[in-house]
């Protein structure tokens, strides 16, 4: 998990230095839910709010992201993906696709079954019940 962490930090770091990847989570959200605020992206994300301000703030300057007022409530401000941030996203999903392809490309289809399998059961949320890892 470790490397795998590691490996997501070094693509971020690729795409834009000052963006950690949890900017890119937030970014991807923003485009899949064009006009959400910076509240509906914490809540979706479970994090804190102040979190997601120092992000978003970061994804402006990169001229990712900007923020206009909500139609349905002008004191609202909500978020819209620029041409720029649309390109970095496809970039980075254009590259994590290469990678995964070229670290997977001698599994059998058993193993890959086997695996997305196993990914698919670590992402339930509360399928565990627990935040215990083993031999830890």
Known sequence: MTAF???ARSAAA???PELSPVSFT?????E???GCRAADLAAHCALDKSTVSRQ????ERAGMVWRRPDPADQRVQVLELTPVGA???AQTATSRTTMFRERLSDWSGEDLDRFA???RRYNQPGASGSDDVRGG
């Open 32 to 34: 899949e839910h064009a």
């Open 26 to 30: 937030l970014l991807s959200h923003v």
């Open 5 to 7: 962490a590691r490996r």
């Open 56 to 59: 978003v703030a970061a994804l």
């Open 117 to 119: 399998g196993y990914l």
């Open 14 to 16: 690729r795409m834009h």
């Open 87 to 89: 390109t970095a996203l």
